[in-house]
């Protein structure tokens, strides 16, 4: 029998098929949120403080207050990675301001929702470890504050469509200067 997935939702871990969000939760409205991925690899998770200082920095850019400190994240990823049946993991971390009335004004009362998920890491085969993988570039085209790892993804989904036109592996942003940024 299949294990079913957890998902970690505003306090309470639950099956990821009764997981949901409100629908006006301004994360769904306005892509007004963050995000962090983390690896996890045979219950060794790659770089996870400095992910989850990643995470705090994004949320006080766009002045989200991080809805637990450093030490309960961590704790919250390592459960949820507990909670799934993944051996090699990626734990994804999404933190909007919350629900409110639709409106562009930020209410200052709102309640930040913290979501986790945990999906299968995809690792590459023995024959793309072997020769590599291939990628292309693009100039950046999303927003200019690409440190803040906002959740409106679009230019990265464009960015993968485009790679799979080019039938290479990765799109690679650049900057105006041709510094490369990082992948899709």
């Not at 945990?118 to 020769?131: C, F, G, I, Y």
């Not at 464009?158 to 900057?175: P, R, Y």
Request: charged share 20%.
């Amino acid at each position: 029998m299949k294990k079913s997935l957890t998902a970690y939702v505003n306090g309470h871990f639950l099956p990821l098929d009764d997981a949901s969000i409100h629908i006006e939760d301004r994360g769904f409205q306005f892509a007004d949120g963050v995000y962090e991925v983390i690896a996890c690899f045979g219950g060794n998770f790659l770089d996870i403080k400095p992910h989850l200082q990643r995470l705090e920095s994004s949320c006080q850019a766009i002045r989200i207050p991080l809805p637990a400190t450093l030490s309960e994240l961590e704790s919250l990823v390592q459960q949820a990675y507990k909670k799934n049946p993944f051996t090699n993991a990626m734990i994804y971390i999404q933190v909007t301001r919350g629900v409110a009335p639709r409106s562009h004004h930020v209410s200052e009362s709102m309640t930040p929702s913290l979501i986790i998920t945990v999906r299968d890491l995809p690792m590459p085969s023995d024959e793309k470890l072997a020769e590599g993988a291939s990628a292309i570039t693009l100039a950046d085209f999303r927003w200019g504050r690409c440190d803040i790892k906002s959740i409106a993804l679009l230019a990265s989904v464009m960015g993968k469509q485009e790679a799979a036109a080019n039938c290479v592996d990765e799109t690679f942003w650049l900057d105006s200067e041709e510094h490369l940024l990082e992948g899709c």
